[in-house]
């Protein structure tokens, strides 16, 4: 099972964005991939939530892709 955490953050420069979500093998390693992208961001909340497959039993094309993604980091 994929696992994601949702993120609210405040930028740098004081915009807040919501509804981030990065995948990580634990919250630690998606802080760090968040990092990388928002530098110097304040984490005003994280959320752990499991990436659910489709009624199918299959896992749709973002899924496949977020887990290629995850294993260059």
Known sequence: MI????????????AVVENLSISGRDELEAERKLRQIYQGCEILEA???????????????????????ASRA
Do not use: P
Request: aromatic fraction near 8%.
């Open 3 to 14: 696992v994601k955490y949702d993120f609210r953050i405040r930028t740098r420069n004081g």
């Open 47 to 69: 959320h752990r939530r499991q990436a659910a497959l489709n009624g199918r039993g299959t896992v749709s094309y973002e899924d496949v892709m977020d887990l290629i993604t």
